[in-house]
């Protein structure tokens, strides 16, 4: 999935520009303005090489459940609607493990033993859900809302058996995660928001190492990429946003293929 940054040295030399008593420089204005094409991972900060000749890393700010929540936005655009519910059910998962570890972290469990503890249900989903449903309870004092049982039943016949299911399914699938990602993540803020934003950060700062010890730039930088989970809108109306965007993409995509045709 592709989304699109821009230089920071860029928009700084812009602005100062503007403020200055210098004439309009309508060449490298639009130069300045431009964004750049980055290919989202699961890591937080991406490189941004721009027609100038800056290289800088810009952060993403966001969490790996909003990122993938966005790569099942994506499918819907581009009309695969089976890998759609996997991500979105995906995004749901990472979303849990970030509530749970953020309840733990509230709770005075230690850091390392939350990490050690995190190891013994990582590998099981089944495991993750039950942690979360107790840890949930055990915080908000009731049981959490999870996904319907026509959902999980849509979902487990899309991801185990092969199922494609129809766009309007997929929609439906999707503003329901959304809707308790944005409804449960405002609870987290309201209620334990130092925990919260310690789990970030440490995500944060392991991306940023990885990032770092394979010999990439530290970020001083941080830009928003419009997800759906940021929002607060219905899974429609980001849809609706995002075709534009997405429409660029495609059209870039299809020059690229086309130019490499063109030099073989
Ligand atoms: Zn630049």
Redesign the pocket.
């Known amino acids: 999935m592709q989304v699109y940054l821009s230089?920071p040295?860029?928009i700084e030399?812009q602005a100062r520009h503007e403020a200055s008593s210098e004439p309009p420089d309508y060449v490298n204005t639009p130069k300045?303005l431009k964004s750049y094409p980055v290919q989202l991972t699961n890591e937080i900060s991406y490189e941004v090489k721009?027609?100038?000749?800056?290289s800088?890393a810009v952060l993403v700010g966001s969490t790996n459940h909003e990122i993938l929540f966005e790569f099942g936005v994506h499918s819907i655009l581009d009309g695969y609607y089976r890998e759609a519910i996997t991500s979105f059910a995906a995004s749901l998962e990472r979303f849990y493990e970030f509530a749970s570890r953020s309840i733990a972290i509230a709770y005075g469990c230690p850091e390392e033993k939350e990490v050690k503890c995190w190891e013994y249900v990582a590998a099981q989903s089944e495991r993750q859900l039950g942690a979360y449903i107790y840890l949930y309870a055990a915080h908000f004092k009731e049981e959490p809302r999870l996904l319907s049982g026509s959902n999980v039943k849509l979902r487990n016949a899309s991801v185990h058996k092969g199922k494609i299911p129809t766009r309007n399914q997929a929609v439906k699938f999707g503003n329901e995660v959304l809707s308790i990602i944005t409804e449960i993540s405002l609870k987290l803020w309201q209620t334990i928001p130092q925990a919260a934003h310690k789990v970030l950060s440490d995500r944060t700062q392991i991306s940023i190492n990885n990032i770092v010890n394979a010999g990439g730039t530290r970020p001083k930088h941080v830009q928003s990429i419009g997800l759906a989970t940021h929002g607060k809108r219905p899974l429609e109306e980001h849809l609706k946003r995002k075709v534009m965007e997405h429409s660029r993409n495609t059209l870039d995509k299809h020059r690229k293929i086309i130019e490499e045709l063109k030099n073989r």
């Not at 721009?50 to 800056?54: A, E, K, L, R, V």
């Open positions: 230089c040295d860029c030399e300045r721009c027609d100038f000749g800056h800088s």
